[in-house]
């Protein structure tokens, strides 16, 4: 059942990933930046609005271990906003770092079942690839984007050499994975196809877009796949509208926050840069509940 709903959905994220490839191509970059600050708003932020119910679940509710993860949660959000504010450029870095590695996780979360560093660092090889890609495709862009944060950005040379290593080191530790049985040649071959495709994709669409498509095709809808599962069991049309009713509040306080952020931040010109914050400050709290999740599912 488990494995059907995900080769069913995989199905489904190459089909939406092709529609939305065309999509980028016939439509300008102002249309797509703004459906993808749509997707981003609603899917992206719903994916990690139950992360407080993930929690209490997975420690049987009990009040004393709620107020605890609850603290603990708040305390990796305040830390971020924080760290943005003094330090924006070491922010980016180590949101990509966090981000990277999530997206691994979930990526290969149904394909290596083993937890160890080396399968911590594979996860987080394959989600640097996927950030070398969307810079390199998207240099201009970047810039300005990271221009509007920081006042610098990276470099041109930095990005290609990033994307360089990273590709590297992930066939490298594939092969290493196949010759341990942990992962199928049949798998690899499929994997460098996907990359290949949305190397193709993140080439013809625009930073921002290409990111959505990553983001919530790619990463979120199947996060919340493995959310529902977890809390309810199944996944049906009943359990993943419990799903949205129970992140409803927290969907609309992070939705007004964004815009809150947008409008009484002056130096933060761009909606983009807005998002960013936003995502920085939920990602490694979120992260930490994922990982819980998939070690005690």
Known sequence: MRDEIFTHYQNFMIFFTFLLFWFGIQFGEIVEDS???FLVITIGILHGANDLL???KRNFASNKYVNKNLLIYLFMIGLCVLLFFLNSFLAIIIFIIISAFHFGEEHFSEKIKQNSIKSYFYFFVYGLIVFAMLFYNSEIQLKEIMIDLVGVSFSPFLVKLILL???LLFLLMSIYFYFKKQISIK???????YLMFLFLVFKTTSLIFGFAIYFILWHSLP????????LSGEVNKQTILKFIKKALLFWVISAVGILLLYFLTPSL????SSLFAVLFAVTAPHMWVMSSMKTNG
């Open 165 to 167: 290593i990273s590709g």
């Open 187 to 193: 798998t690899i071959m499929k994997e460098l196809f």
């Open 35 to 37: 459906f993808a600050f």
């Open 54 to 56: 993930i929690l209490s």
């Open 269 to 272: 010109k761009l909606f983009s």
């Open 223 to 230: 996060s919340i796949l493995h959310q529902v599962l977890f």
